[in-house]
């Protein structure tokens, strides 16, 4: 098990191979959808975080995000700081966790369940 991703707006674990720990550590802004990719630079680190550049002004919601708002897809974000408020996700590329015994299973949900406490 390794941490292949660490963000202040989300860390990723690898499990095993096709089995991925997502830990999103942020709260959302609301939604706003940005047509202009000028607006925005990405952030390295965390796959579709980007940062406004400039006061953003949303035509639909009529809300305006100042810059260097971060945008996690097209969700403005922000850092989460109680650690009671994150969100864990297991996600796995084959549908389904599959164990050739009792004990190999455990050892999957062992690692998941000590990957999680680190958060606590």
């Known amino acids: 098990?390794?941490?292949?991703?660490?963000h202040v707006i989300k860390d990723i674990w690898r499990v095993r191979e096709?089995?991925?720990l997502e830990v999103h550590k942020f709260k959302s802004l609301g939604s706003c959808w940005i047509s202009s990719?000028?607006?925005?630079?990405?952030?390295r680190?965390?796959?579709?975080?980007?940062?406004l550049k400039e006061d953003y002004c949303d035509n639909y919601t009529k809300k305006t995000f100042p810059k260097g708002?971060?945008?996690y897809n097209t969700v403005p974000v922000e850092p989460e700081m109680n650690k009671d408020n994150f969100k864990f996700e297991i996600k796995?590329?084959?549908g389904s966790i599959f164990g050739k015994s009792a004990e190999?299973?455990?050892?999957i949900l062992n690692d998941i369940v000590n990957a999680i406490n680190t958060y606590e």
């Open 104 to 107: 190999e299973m455990r050892k």
């Open 1 to 6: 098990m390794e941490k292949i991703q660490s």
């Open 37 to 43: 990719k000028k607006s925005v630079k990405q952030i």
């Open 18 to 20: 096709g089995l991925l």
């Open 92 to 94: 796995s590329s084959g």
């Open 45 to 51: 680190g965390c796959k579709g975080l980007t940062e």
């Open 69 to 71: 708002t971060l945008i």
